[in-house]
């Protein structure tokens, strides 16, 4: 038998680092945030979007459909903010509420807060509060969040300002 040849050319092939094929990120989660209206739905969605958090603001109060807020996109956590109504009166001075009307929204919103991962009662806070305690809540469960600021979305529901 004759003996073994080595492939030369074998033997002086280097090898390359191969890249892998980068994988497409995950999308972050969604937080939807709920409530009644002037509770501060818009300006909590503004202040998580600024710090990186994917926040939309769900307009169920103003809708028969209970489960308005699962519809649509993936919800990953859900942020309830509740008002009175003289909250309601004092900041939306320009609408008029009624006991009613604000008995109304609690019926529609009841599946929601009874599903909301943080339930806010933003009365007593202010805006830099509620985003405080909102912010405070994401951070202990490590939720994760673009490093950058998030495009703003368009107002929806009563944030939508008549012309």
Request: no cysteine; charged share 25%.
């Amino acid at each position: 038998m004759p003996p073994k040849r080595k492939n030369k050319a074998r033997d002086n092939v280097t090898l390359e680092a191969i890249e892998a094929p980068s994988l497409p990120a995950r999308p972050l989660p969604i937080i939807k945030v709920v409530g009644i209206s002037g509770s501060g739905k818009s300006t909590l969605v503004r202040g998580l979007r600024a710090v990186g958090y994917d926040a939309r603001p769900v307009s169920q109060e103003h809708s028969n459909v209970p489960t308005l807020w699962q519809h649509f996109e993936r919800t990953g956590y859900l942020i309830y903010l509740y008002t009175t109504i003289e909250a309601q009166r004092q900041r939306r001075q320009e609408v008029t509420w009624t006991k009613e009307a604000h008995l109304e929204e609690m019926r529609r919103l009841a599946h929601a807060r009874e599903h909301a991962d943080l339930r806010i009662d933003t009365d007593q806070l202010s805006p830099e509060g509620v985003l405080g305690v909102a912010l405070s809540y994401l951070r202990s469960r490590r939720v994760r969040h673009a490093g950058e600021e998030l495009a703003s979305l368009p107002a929806t529901g009563s944030a939508i300002k008549p012309s």
